[in-house]
């Protein structure tokens, strides 16, 4: 089951310009996460959330998180070309027993940065 | 150099002949978990593990056996290999509120 649902699918920005993608999810979490793929690579982790946690900074990323909505965004500011790659984000369960720490992963926004 | 390494890169096997993926991280990460990307479906966890001898499946555990017998190390055993368990796979470790390391995939092809 596929619990992240990113939108937008696709998104195509020039260089320089703010990338904003948004995740929405269906279940409690204790955390979110926020991943990039380049093409056909493994993922990199690029930042976590916590439940009680609202906005999150790391360099040029901001990621806010409304656990009421059940949704959260990965903003890029001044994107680059090198930004080019796929982001997935993740929700870990906040199940008890062996579930916990189970990560689901969405189908990701594919992110094209033009020079 | 901290990291997840899994083997082989690429695997070409033929329906049915037994096969093992292996998985080691050196980061002493209690979490450890395996996935499989295929194009629209994303990636789906197939099973995954808290620590040594605790695994639980995933949401495509079907046709994987996975064990944990060493803290570092988890392999993926594909008993009985059928063509549409040709994927992109991925092995991959975390620690306690911290996210994955991801190794850099096995594409395994099954004819």
């Known amino acids: 089951s596929q619990q992240g649902e990113e939108d937008p699918q696709a998104l195509s920005i020039q260089e320089g310009e703010n990338a904003t993608m948004n995740c929405s999810y269906k279940t409690s979490i204790n955390n979110l996460q926020w991943y990039r793929q380049n093409s056909g690579r493994g993922l990199v982790h690029l930042i976590l959330i916590r439940s009680n946690e609202r906005e999150k900074h790391s360099g040029r990323l901001r990621v806010t998180l409304d656990t009421s909505k059940k949704s959260s965004s990965l903003l890029i500011t001044a994107s680059r070309a090198a930004d080019t790659a796929s982001y997935f984000c993740a929700t870990a369960s906040n199940a008890g027993g062996t579930s916990y720490g189970k990560l689901t992963f969405g189908q990701g926004t594919i992110l094209t940065v033009h020079p | 150099e901290a990291q997840v390494t899994q083997n082989p890169r690429y695997l070409i096997t033929v329906t049915g002949k037994k096969l093992t993926v292996t998985c080691s991280q050196n980061?002493?990460?209690?979490?450890m978990s395996w996935y499989r990307q295929d194009p629209g479906l994303g990636l789906r966890q197939i099973y995954y593990?808290?620590?040594?001898?605790?695994?639980d499946k995933g949401d495509v555990p079907e046709g994987y056996k996975v064990s944990r017998k060493e803290k570092r190390n988890f392999p993926l055993i594909l008993e009985s290999p059928s063509p549409n368990q040709t994927s992109l796979y991925f092995c991959?470790?975390?620690?306690?509120?911290?996210?994955?390391?991801f190794g850099s995939g096995t594409r395994l092809t099954v004819v």
């Open positions: 991959a470790s975390r620690t306690m509120n911290y996210g994955y390391t």
């Open positions: 593990s808290m620590n040594v001898e605790v695994t």
């Open positions: 980061m002493n990460h209690e979490y």
